[in-house]
């Protein structure tokens, strides 16, 4: 039997999949995934979800039945926990070996939470449905929430408990909200609507410890010695590629699973979404990228590489977007922090505008405000 | 085909307009798609299903 084998039921392994039956691929597809759910899509997991305003169903992925009527066997529960490449062999958690014809890795990504904070009540990640059904629970009864790490994740769960009326308070090392992703003007903005909302942000501060009563947190101590009342306390302090379970496989890994320009790891071995480090030739860069749009862009050029054998290399402009408050944030490209900003449309007091990000004289990315559709259209500035 | 899109979930990433300009677009103001072309001619089934494939907030459907 002819075989392809997902490790990964997420946004990439899930593409990958109706990716391979859209290109035409009439053999068997397997989609393993360790967590208990059908795929279902994270982005509103921070925002929507954790809101009350969607319900759950708004996140499915798919059906069973959808997968039974495209042929995709999805195996949920169970991870993979080595690969014989040789062999072309998974290996399952259970201890169950699956044959493969290529292989395609889109594990993703973990939240990072310190080791001696995991196990107390009232302290929590932000990544999986399960995170936020915890949350949603705690926050009934959470008068006091502080967020540990002000990214992504940080930033856009504080703008939503604090539209839902608790005291909100986000605690960063860096000097500014978001400032690993965002060049200052435009991190500096969202400060400032984030206070202009009631959210105490305390950025330049780190945490010293947490204090606990009877395994349960009540308070949040601070580098300053400032202590902040907590019942409830979330952690968005980046993410770690999920590759442990390939240590022993032979595949080369580093930041990530390495690629190359085609997402190839090695032989009949490719990998997508978040975990996935591939040679990016239109930027002449190695990139991992940690957004939506870009598990389903790798996961389908992945089905289509295995489908069709075609031979471009995967090249894409990336693209992330950040909903806070009232800003609505998008970039497409490569941007960096320390990128030049030029405003080419609308104002940054207006909070709309849409500006190119220079660096060594080439515009690397384009980013824009409240100004979607002018963004999207800038991104032909990228050179 | 019929091409179904959710106003709501859409996040204005422009990806579908991208993929398909003679069917999607977005509105000025707040970049939220546009369906240009309910019924789109064959010849744009395989643009379309990309746009619904990569959708960031999965607002695309598409019944052939």
Redesign the interface.
């Known amino acids: 039997v002819t075989r392809t084998v997902i490790v990964g039921a997420s946004a990439a392994g899930l ?1 990958t999949a ?2 391979l039956r ?1 290109f035409g691929y009439e053999e068997e597809v397997v989609l393993v995934g360790d967590e208990d759910h059908l795929p279902y ?1 994270r ?1 509103p997991l921070s925002k929507q979800v954790l809101s009350g305003d969607w319900a759950e169903e ?1 996140i499915w ?1 798919c059906t069973r039945a959808e997968l039974d009527d495209q042929g995709i066997q999805l195996r949920t529960g169970i991870g993979a926990n080595g690969v014989d490449v040789g062999a072309r062999s998974l290996r399952l958690a259970n201890g169950e070996r699956l044959a493969f014809d290529d292989l395609v890795i889109a594990t993703g990504v973990r939240p990072r939470l310190p080791a001696s904070w995991a196990g107390i009540d009232g302290v929590s990640t932000l990544r999986t449905i399960d995170d936020v059904r915890r949350l949603r629970a705690a926050l009934e009864d959470a008068a006091d929430v502080v967020i540990i790490g002000a990214g992504f994740i940080g930033a856009e769960a504080a703008a939503v408990i604090r539209t839902m009326d608790r005291v909100m308070t986000v605690v960063d090392p860096l000097p500014l909200p978001m400032a690993g992703a965002l060049p200052p003007p435009v991190a500096e903005l969202v400060a400032a609507v984030h206070r202009e909302n009631g959210v105490d942000l305390r950025c330049g501060v780190a945490v010293r410890e947490l204090v606990c009563s009877d395994g349960r947190v009540t308070a949040v101590v601070l580098t300053d010695d400032t202590q902040l009342k907590a019942d409830l306390v979330i952690v968005g302090l980046g993410a770690t590629p999920n590759t442990e379970w390939l240590a022993d496989s032979g595949l080369p890994l580093d930041n990530g699973i390495v690629c190359d320009q085609y997402c190839r790891v090695g032989e009949h071995v490719y990998a997508a979404g978040d975990v996935a480090s591939w040679l990016n030739v239109r930027f002449r860069a190695r990139m991992r990228v940690e ?3 870009h598990a ?2 790798q996961g ?1 050029y992945v089905a289509r590489a295995i489908a069709e054998r075609c031979a471009e290399p995967f090249a894409p402009i990336p ?1 992330f ?1 950040s ?1 806070q408050f009232d800003l ?1 944030i ?1 970039a497409f490209g490569q941007l960096r922090p320390s990128d030049r900003l030029t405003v080419i449309d609308g104002s940054t007091e207006d909070r709309r505008f849409v500006a190119t990000c220079v660096r060594d004289e080439r515009v690397c990315a384009v980013l824009g405000v ?4 002018q ?2 259209a800038a991104q032909a500035l990228i050179a | 085909m019929r091409v179904i899109v959710d106003t709501e ?1 859409c ?5 579908c ?2 993929a398909d300009p003679d069917v999607f677009d ?3 103001e ?3 798609v546009v369906l240009l072309n309910e019924h789109p001619s064959a010849e744009h089934l395989e643009a379309v ?2 746009a619904a ?6 607002a695309i459907v598409v019944e052939e």
């Open positions: 593409a109706r990716g859209q899509d982005p708004a992925m957004h939506r749009l389903a862009e389908g693209f977007w909903d609505r998008q409240n100004m979607p559709k963004t999207r | 979930k996040i204005a990433s422009g990806s307009v991208t977005q509105r000025e707040d970049g939220i299903r990309n494939r990569v959708c960031p907030a999965m």
